[in-house]
Every structure is written in structure tokens, then in C-alpha cells.
């Protein structure tokens, strides 16, 4: 018995005919393929259009599920005849490859199949052949038959697996070797029959010449062809019936055509049967992508310059052995560890798509998945939108909980919290969608205003964690771009990951450019650091994919047999080095430039292979993007500009405020248009960049030397549109465009002005327990302070110094805390204003355990302000 095993929702299993099968209805192949024609033009009378779209392509998937088990048959057949008498196989073998010598095998259509929707109208259960004797039969697993939930997906795949295995003196010998051209002009024969039921090519002996009613054509005379191969550099000739009518004039799709063109004509386009099985298979596989025209997927087809690439954007290529190991280390995380997987690559390398195909899983397993993306222009808050990320966990804690489940964490964290309650809503403001009523009484609490530090935040965010996560619910964050990671934000997720009293169950996905670090960046720190604790943490590489990958994509996009598009892959492979991104925008580009267009005639596309490969081009995608940018609208360039701005995405409320501006009342419109060329997509309350490289083409539409001008115009627009109305996080973007124009573009008159909207951004970001970021904009403040700023706005003064203290102090550098508390003391107007400033001082020191000193600083405040209280701690 040889069984024929695929790994997903087919496989065919040979056996020998007088081996007891199960088998309903056994039909000959020749009254098969005359039922298949009576039941088309049956559909055809009593179906409207879209039912017999969809009858058709049921029977063209019927049809190739039998051509792939006679074409395995054929194949195996061969092998045993090589090992029994190989000049009488090649005797029989046109008496092999006819319809007379097959059958077909059915499930009765009485029995209850009781599988999927797609077996009840593909009842193909097998192929036999009656000589030599051997069958294919068709199954499906039951462990298969609910792997998809899409009733319009009716894709085999079918993987061949034969057992048991063949004589010992023929392992070490390949299948391919067996079969030759003639073995497929035969086959080709055979299917062009199977397909149309008419033999391409009648006998001239008088035969019966009609199949299913269908008169065949008079036999041509056969004639010589002489074509050049322009590859080979010469001339050759074949002797064919021609013209006999190609498929694709009786309806056939292309691509059928196409392969039994091949097949019949020969020169080498099919060496053997190896290669027609493998495109068999992929009709079968991908019949959207390879059996369907074009056409009769998405409707007529108005011109070819209407015609798109069908990239695949949800597919990964060639990354298999990074899926597996990124999935066993989500898997030893969900046994009750904490782990971190860094991917390292360039950009388009494909790192963010490889997180991707986890989510699903961790889905899958009921646990949380937390997304976050640094950001080259958000290098001033280099911890909030990592805090950001676990404050959108608590929204998906209430979202994906069931109501016992949610009522127990509640539990677990006043537990835990109690009168701490107040700092993790200080943290995390989310959390007040689990506690509405004790959320909203904490806010209006001015006792929770005391002075946190780094510290407060880890241990705060770790006991969280070890609350929430668990095997039942692990927690994965992916952070992309770590190049542009702080390294406060990554102390965090090192403090995270290396608690040792919880039992977290955190799972840490950080991708960053690794030709974009150098040796001393914080990622390394943190490797080194999680090393030191003994938490795992593997590190991959991403490099170019390699040239079959970049095939498969070519050939999935262009939906045409791999081998037919491997001189162009190979072009392409051999200009982007195997960068997936580079790959798909220069195929994209050949589209633009109509180096690569699509026939009408042909039912496919078509190039220029010369024309290609002279195309110069640089090593960077940025080439490609900006030569297309530059041909767009002088409005759409605009509107991708002014979005660069404020990095990969930027808020709603952003676009709204400037649309309310004369200048880009069409913003809008504009944006949508950026959108239809795919540079754009809109996403919840957000415009975002398709890619990094995008956002950076459309960046670099702005001349260098014009570019702290841009942002800073286009930040003081937004500061006097929006002013007086709560931007919420979006208020953090609009002062960063204003700061790049510090000093050198803000005029006297504005100092103050963009002063304080620093400090109200330091306030702010304090509000939030992100120190290091309240920190980064309270150092813009200072140059914009006048000399004599303690007599010409001494108020305001008071206020910088103070926040400037408590967020120095917060960040560990407390000498810098010391200084600037000095400077207030120093220039206060009265012991008033000045108790803030020694309180700080006092709480640090207590903090320091210097409590000697922190009792003498009280002991001198207390007396200015005419208290006794005695002269020791005694």
C-alpha cells in the first residue's frame, strides 16, 4: 500500500486495485468528463451570473484535483516501470497517458458526507489507474475539515508523501529521472481533453472523434515551427498539428492554457513530470491566485493599465525558521517565564510582519498583546508611549474578560493596591474603566501629589504585572524601532522582565535597524542586563530573503507559475538584494514606468527582460518611493509632508485643527487621495505611514535646509489654532514641531509664549509619572528665560525651577535637584515662596537617609517662620 499524505485539507492515498477500497461510485474518466459538460450547461440555464461564476470554478477545481492524481499516478508509475523494464515502459506509456485509462472515483451522493462545505460540491474522491493497476484516493482528515471557517475558500492544498518507500536500489535515484518531454506531451494532451473534452489532436483512422456531443475539429496537417531562443542565442524548429484552438479561446483560464500549451508544444518548457505536478499543485493550492483569471475574481477587466499586482500583504516569505523560534519562546513564556525576543534588520526586512504572525496565537491563548512603535520624532518622550502601552492594557483587560474573570482581577488589585490605588491610576489612567467611582475620587485627591521617582514607577508597573499576567493570560509588548528607544524605557522592560518576586508571565518582542546602532546603544545594555539576571532572551537576524522566496513573492503577486517569472525574480532579486519591501516597491515601480504591464490578449502579465535589467537604479528603496512621490499633485506631496512631521502617524485632531486653517482647508482631501496611491491608511483615530520608508520619502519632500522652518510654522499654526482646547496626547506633538525652531527661529516677543507651552508639557507629562520626557522639555524653557528672569517673571521662574527640581530628582540626578532648589531659595522674595523648594529638599535628603541635615533645614524653615521646636533630635 502507498499512502500519498498532505499536511492540511487533502491527501491522496495509492493502493493497489485489488486492495478491498471503500469506493461509491467508480466512473471512467471519458463519461466523467461528459457529466461535468451536461451539468455546466445545466447551471448555465437555471443559475444567474454569479452562481455559475461560482459553478465554474467548482468544476475547474474539480477538474485539476483529477488532473493532480493522474499526474502522481503517472509519476509512480514511472518509477515502477524503471524498475521492472524500462524500454517496455517507454512502449506503453501513450497507452498509459489516455482518457481510456482512468476512472473516477466519487462519494455517492446519497452518502451523508458530514465534512465541510467544500466536499459537498467537490465530490472527487479519488483517480484509479487500470494499467498498470495503482489508485489515488482523496480524503480529508477530520482533524483538517475544520481548519477554515471561510465558506468562499475552496483551495486544496496537497502534499505527496509516498509510502511505503520504494526499493532500496532506487532511493538514491530521483522521480524526475524517469519521466521525460514525451511523458509530458502526452499529459498535455490528456488534460486539454479532460478540460474541454476534445482531443487536440484526433486520429485520422476514423475513430470516433466526439466526446459529450461535441463534434472535434478535422485534423490539421502537420507543419514545422521555427521560433528563436533568445536565451540560447539560436533558432529551433518543432513539428506540431497547429494551429489546434488554445484553451484560453474555449474559455479556459490563462493559466491552464498556458501550462498545457507548454506541455503539448515541448522545447523544454516541462523536462518532466516534477515540475507539472508542482504547478498542478498550486492551482489546487492558490486557485484565487493561479487557476481564476483576474478577471473572473474581481470582474472585466477595463484596460490593463487598470490592472494591480495582487500582493499578498499578510504573507510572510521565507522566514520560517524565525516563525518556529519566536513561537517556542511565546510558548515557554505561557508555561510561567518571562522572556525577550530581539529581531534585528534592516528596514523592510519583514520584522514587524514576523511579529505579526504571533499575534494571532497569543490571541489564540487568551492573552494580552500590547503594540507600541518609538519614533524618530518623539525622541523627547522617550517613556510615554511605552506607559501608554500598558494603560491601553487595562482597556483590554474590561474588553476581553469574561465577568468572573474581571471580577478577580478587581479583586487582586485593590488587594494588592489598597491605599496605593491612587499611584497606579497616576500611572495608569486607564484603570479607571475597571473602578469608575474610586478612579474618579482619586483624581480629585490633591494628597496623592507627592513626589514619585524612578523607582515608585517600576515597582508600581511590577506589581500591576504580576497581577494581570499569568499562564492563562500572558502579556506580550512589541516594541518596534528600539533604535529610537530611550534608555529609560528600556530600564523599564529590563525591570519588568527580571522581577524576581512575581511570577509574570511577560513576553518582550523588541525590532530595531541593526545597521542603524552602534555598540554603546541602550539595546545592548539591556541584552547584557537580562543576560546578568538569567532571563532568556534570543536575538535573530533578518537579512535578504533568498531567490526562491523572492520567486514565490513575484509569482504570488503576478499570479502566475513560479517558473514562468523566475528570469524576472531573478532581475529583481539581483537589484534589492532580497530586501522584501525593496523587492515589492521596484516590482511596483516596473508597473509605473509599463516595463511590466498586463495583456489583455494574453490574460496575464508581460516585460521587458532587457529593458529590466538596464533599469538603473540605487541600493535604496527612498529612490524608488520619492521618484513616485514626486509625480503626485503638488496637494498630495503637501499633505504627506506636513503628516512626515509628526513621524509614522499622526492624531486625527491634528488634521481637524489644520484643517480649519484656510491654507489646508482641503487637508482631508488631500489625505484621502494619499491614501488611494497606498501611501496612507487610516486606522481608528489616526493617519499612519503604510511603512517607515514611506514616512521617510515623504520627509525628505522637504528640502534639509527648510526643515526646522517647516516644523516650526506649521507648530505655531497648530499652538494658535488649538489653544485653550485639550489635545489630549496629541498636545505633546504640536510642542515638539514648536521646538524645533528653539532658539535660533523664536522671535523675542514669542519667548515666553513657547516657555510656558514647555512647561505645561512638562506638567503634563509629570501628570503621566513620565519624568525623563517632563524632563526633556523642561530644557527648552530655560534658554527662552530672559537674564533677569527672576525680576521680569519671577512667578513663572518659581514654577520652572520647582518642576525642574522634582523631575531632576525623579530621574536619580539629585546634585542637579540640589542646585536648582538652591537657585530658588537663593532668589525667593519671602520664606513663602520658598517652602516648596526646602520641603523637596528635605524629602530628598530623608530619602538619602541623611536625616541629621533634613532636621537641621526644618529646624531653620520653622524658626523664620517664628516657631520653637527644640535644638536635637534628642
Known sequence: MVYLHTKSHRYFKMIELDDEVDINVNVPLRKWIQDEAKEKALEAQK?????????????????????????ELLRHSRILSKCQNLTTARLCRSKECNVDNFVVHLFSQNQPIGSTEQTQWNNVRGVSMISPA??????????????????????MYLEVHITPPLPDNFLNHGIGQTSNSKDCHLFGVLLYELCTGICPFPVESGGNNTLGGISQEKPKKIRATVRYDKKKGKSYSTLQAKPYTPLQELGCPSSLSLLVQNLIDGHDAYPSLDPVSSDIHLLNNDPECFLFDIEDSSGPVQGSSSMQLQIKKGKLYGREKQVSLITDAFCRVSSGKSEAFFIGGYSGSGKTMLVQSLTARVDASGGYVLTQKADQMSKERPLLDVLSAFNDLCLLIRGQSSPRELEKVKKNIMHDFESDFSVLSRLLPNIGVLFPQLHTKTTKDKSIERVMNWQNVCHTLQRFMRIVSSRQTPVMLFLDDLQWAGSTSLELIQ????????????????SYRDNEVHDGHPIFDLMSSLDSCGVIATKEHLGGLNRNDVNMMVSDSMCIFPRLCKPLSDIIFDKTKGSPYFALEFLRSLTDSRLLKYSLRERRWIWDEDEIRSKNITDNVLYLLSAKMSSLPE????????VSCFGIKADENIVGYLSSISQYSDLQDWLDQAINEGYIQKHENKYKFIHDKVREAAYNLIDDSDKSQFHYDLGLLLYSTSKGQDLEDAFFQVVDQVNHGIPSLVKPKMQIDIAELNLNAGIKAVDLSDFDT????????????PKNHWDSHYDFSLRVFLLRAKTTYSCGNIEEAYDLLKEIIENGRCIEDTLDAYYLRVTILFACEEREEAYIICREVLSQLKERIPDSLG
Not at 134 to 147: C, G, K, R, V, Y
Not at 635 to 642: E, G, I, P, W
Not at 776 to 784: A, W
Open 47 to 71: 443559475n444567474g451570473s454569479d452562481q455559475i461564476i461560482l459553478s465554474k470554478k467548482q468544476t475547474l477545481l474539480r477538474k485539476t484535483t483529477v488532473a493532480y492524481g493522474i499526474v
Open 774 to 785: 517632563a524632563y526633556s522639555y523642561l530644557n527648552y524653557v530655560l534658554p527662552l528665560l
Open 134 to 155: 495503482l489508485s489515488a484516493q482523496i480524503a480529508e482528515p477530520l482533524f483538517l475539515s475544520t481548519i477554515n471557517d471561510e465558506p468562499m475558500q475552496i483551495g
Open 495 to 510: 525591570a519588568l522582565l527580571s522581577d524576581t518576586r512575581g511570577s509574570s508571565c511577560f513576553f518582550f518582542v523588541g
Open 635 to 642: 496637494n498630495t506631496r503637501l499633505a504627506l509632508k506636513l
